[in-house]
């Protein structure tokens, strides 16, 4: 699986778009983008993924740039509740394959 | 169910005793993952199930994990002669199996705290 950066921790204001971004250089062409997020105390959470077209859900939007090198989580109103450990993981579909999670984004939302 | 379920929510143990965890993950999912989360630290992958496929076990810290799972349902985290660095939360994950996106969408169980004296 192509590797992933991200920034360790960011800060919005509540009420404001919180935009998280993610590094995937090497990610190959039939690697999708998957965003997890974990709230403090809870178990991990999907929130949405895509392969090369932008994608929108109840929780969030996903920009991929066009050469699919970094992509960008929107959170379009940032709540208190949105403050968790955002992780952004690139992977193959199928397979037989772990999906492991790195450090990811510590993002804080205050008032 | 409507959910994966981790049992117990809390275990409390002294060092030396055997601990397991139980996972039911969503039916019809073939997928299911163990984790570990050390307090403040990262998920950390243990062992990863896949239909009757031979589970990965790659992530297994010693000889002392161990972990099964019955068919596509049940799975059993067995700690044996627990140490005090196991103290943790234990995550389970199932997912769908196949060749779509789908697979690497994994629901999470709300995890069993382990805490070792």
């Known amino acids: 699986d192509a590797k992933t950066t991200q920034p360790p921790s960011m800060d919005c204001a509540e009420g404001r778009a919180a935009n998280l971004p993610c590094n995937h250089s090497t990610i190959s062409g039939n690697e999708y983008v998957y965003w997890y997020r974990q709230i403090h105390s809870q178990g991990p959470q999907y929130i949405i993924h895509g392969l090369k077209n932008n994608e929108t859900n109840e929780m969030a939007s996903l920009i991929i740039t066009e050469d699919r090198k970094s992509s960008t989580l929107i959170l379009p109103h940032a709540t208190l509740r949105d403050t968790a450990v955002y992780y952004c993981?690139?992977?193959?579909?199928?397979?037989?394959?772990?999906?492991?999670f790195g450090a990811g984004t510590r993002l804080a939302v205050h008032p | 169910g409507a959910g994966v379920s981790q049992s117990p929510s809390n275990k409390v143990t002294e060092k030396g005793k055997d601990v397991e965890l139980r996972c039911d993950p969503i039916s019809g999912h073939t997928a299911l993952y163990w984790y570990r989360q050390r307090l403040g630290q990262g998920l950390e992958f243990l062992i990863y199930f896949q239909g009757n496929s031979a589970p990965d076990k790659s992530g297994l810290p010693s000889d002392r994990f161990s972990a099964e799972r019955t068919g596509e349902s049940v799975s059993t985290l067995t700690i044996q002669r627990t140490q005090q660095e196991d103290s943790a939360v234990y995550l389970c994950?199932?997912?769908?199996?196949?060749?779509?996106?789908?697979?690497?969408?994994?629901?999470f169980g709300a995890g069993s705290r382990l805490t070792v004296l």
């Open positions: 994950a199932s997912s769908q199996s196949g060749g779509g996106p789908g697979a690497n969408v994994l629901t």
């Open positions: 993981i690139v992977r193959v579909t199928g397979g037989y394959n772990k999906l492991i």
